[in-house]
T-cell receptor, first 107, second 110 residues
Framework: RKEVEQDPGPFNVPEGATVAFNCTYS??????FFWYRQDCRKEPKLLMSVYSSGNEDGRFTAQLNRASQYISLLIRDSKLSDSATYLC????????FGAGTRLTVKP | NAGVTQTPKFRILKIGQSMTLQCTQDMNHNYMYWYRQDPGMGLKLIYY???????DKGEVPNGYNVSRSTTEDFPLRLELAAPSQTSVYFCASAITGELFFGEGSRLTVL
């Protein structure tokens, strides 16, 4: 089993749609969790941290479920500019990335 | 601040050649990482370092070596390049879990 697994995608959604991604992790001792965004042929950039209590940043909501060992990212009211690959990151001793979920938002 | 700087940005190697990808950061971060990203795939951890003089293997260390003699620099060496090492390489430094990436080095081995 991979240490970090993400929904395979790709997701193609119309503008204004709500879309959710999940990411599961295998190590129950994992300590910290993040969502990163990567645009085509660019370096990944931090989108948001994931806290146990859940956290929201504008149209983006991240949640952590330690019992089931997954994190999620919800994007509401999708914009064309949200088109990118979304990567989850899990920290135990090092920082491991999921394979990424590609999102395309269409007019 | 320059952040994380990687050089070179592009390189073509012949099979069997060796080279070093340079990475330097000016943020005084203790944690540094090397990842590779194959087309359409996620990032795979090659090596990481938690401070000067300390390095450790990640998921895919075979064919690579690193050193960390200073806090600022974390070079990645490829010995005997192989076509399977064709990839984009990202160096990153980290503090409190946030990674700061360089712009990447695109390496092709022919």
């Amino acid at each position: 089993r991979k240490e970090v697994e993400q929904d395979p995608g790709p997701f193609n959604v119309p503008e204004g749609a709500t879309v959710a991604f999940n990411c599961t992790y295998s190590n129950s001792a994992s300590q910290s969790f993040f969502w990163y965004r990567q645009d085509c042929r660019k370096e990944p950039k931090l989108l948001m941290s994931v806290y146990s209590s859940g956290n929201e940043d504008g149209r983006f909501t991240a949640q952590l479920n330690r019992a089931s060992q997954y994190i999620s990212l919800l994007i509401r009211d999708s914009k064309l500019s949200d088109s990118a690959t979304y990567l989850c990151v899990v920290i135990y001793n090092d920082m491991r990335f999921g394979a990424g979920t590609r999102l395309t938002v269409k007019p | 601040n320059a952040g994380v700087t990687q050089t070179p940005k592009f390189r073509i190697l012949k099979i069997g050649q060796s080279m070093t990808l340079q990475c330097t950061q000016d943020m005084n971060h203790n944690y540094m990482y090397w990842y590779r990203q194959d087309p359409g795939m996620g990032l795979k951890l090659i090596y990481y370092s938690v401070g000067a003089g300390i390095t450790d293997k990640g998921e895919v260390p075979n064919g690579y070596n690193v050193s960390r003699s200073t806090t600022e620099d974390f070079p990645l060496r490829l010995e005997l390049a192989a076509p399977s090492q064709t990839s984009v390489y990202f160096c990153a430094s980290a503090i409190t879990g946030e990674l700061f990436f360089g712009e990447g080095s695109r390496l092709t081995v022919l």
